[in-house]
């Protein structure tokens, strides 16, 4: 059965300086794999996903993930923060076939001015 | 102008009532989800159906009912059974690629649902 951890429940950063958001995942099969951003009270916004292509994916806003077998990690960065980006993000993993997904459990980003 | 639409966007419930979340989307997508998400956790699945007329329970679905009898529509239920309700319900849904499995899914604004 898959699964995602992820590494930090909260990350804070300065606006300007990068962000790395930590992921690692467990899957039987070949996985998909998400990053989701949620904004206070909204719904989950898709920023990026990789299935099998490219393993360096490129998102919206500027984030990227690189998806990395051998460490079984998908870790989500962008080099220059912004205030807009202060949110919860979500790793997310789906084995290929199968309609669920298995969402982590969060890392909450905070932009300090 | 495509998406998701979930109502209300706040539900009281009183003790002992069933209360029922709208989920509608207008994507032509197959498969629909429920989640349910508390504070400091990530998303629970609660039901999931991949077709109409068909549903398969998640990882709580206890307390929770669902019904899909048109393609765009997926209701949820929240029983008097379901002991702790209060929480944030998102929904979503995805496309059912024959060559590629399940697609991205794509979330409502979701509701939140409150115990008086």
């Known amino acids: 059965a898959q699964s995602v951890t992820q590494l930090d429940s909260h990350v804070s950063v300065s606006e300007g300086t990068p962000v790395l958001l930590r992921c690692n995942y467990s899957?039987?099969?070949?996985?998909?794999l998400f990053w989701y951003v949620q904004h206070p009270n909204k719904g989950l916004q898709l920023l990026l996903k990789y299935t099998s292509a490219a393993t360096l994916v490129k998102g919206i806003n500027g984030f990227e993930a690189e998806f990395k077998k051998s460490e079984t990690s998908f870790h989500l960065t962008k080099p220059s923060a912004h205030m807009s980006d202060a949110a919860e993000y979500f790793c997310?993993?789906?084995?290929?076939?199968?309609?669920?997904?298995?969402f982590g459990a969060g890392t909450r980003l905070t932009v300090k001015p | 102008d495509g998406g998701i639409t979930q109502s209300p966007k706040y539900l009281f419930r009183k003790e002992g009532q069933n209360v029922t979340l709208s989920c509608e989307q207008n994507l032509n997508h197959d498969a629909m989800y429920w989640y349910r998400q508390d504070p400091g956790q990530g998303l629970r699945l609660i039901y999931y159906s991949q077709i109409v007329n068909d549903f398969q329970k998640g990882d709580i679905a206890e307390g929770y009912s669902v019904s899909r009898e048109k393609k765009e529509s997926f209701p949820l239920t929240v029983t008097s059974a379901q002991k702790n309700p209060t929480a944030f319900y998102l929904c979503?849904?995805?496309?059912?690629?024959?060559?590629?499995?399940?697609?991205?899914?794509?979330f409502g604004p979701g509701t939140r649902l409150l115990v008086l």
């Open positions: 979503a849904s995805s496309i059912d690629s024959v060559d590629r499995g399940y697609e991205t899914q794509y």
């Open positions: 997310v993993v789906s084995d290929l076939n199968r309609a669920d997904m298995r």
């Open positions: 899957s039987s099969y070949s996985p998909s």
